[in-house]
């Protein structure tokens, strides 16, 4: 459980610094999930490093993607 502990107190103090930097009180910064996935082979690092680098591609077409 070390992992999601960090991960969940990295979510928190980058927000509430983003919420400061703002001028916001308490908005919501990251999404509630993450999605973690073992690399186990070649193929899957290439899928996994094709997502994430077209993912943000998709953001406009996102319900859930903030935008100011």
């Known amino acids: 459980m070390l992992l999601p502990k960090i991960i969940g ?18 908005s919501s910064v990251w999404q509630r999930d993450y ?5 186990r082979n070649g193929e899957s690092l ?14 406009d077409h996102d319900d859930y993607f903030y935008k100011e």
Not at 35 to 39: F, G, K, Q
């Open 9 to 26: 107190k990295f979510k928190m103090i980058t927000a509430k610094k983003i919420n400061e930097i703002k001028h916001r009180s308490g």
């Open 46 to 59: 290439i899928h996994i490093s094709d997502y994430i680098v077209n993912n943000p591609l998709n953001w």
């Open 35 to 39: 999605y973690e996935h073992v690399i």
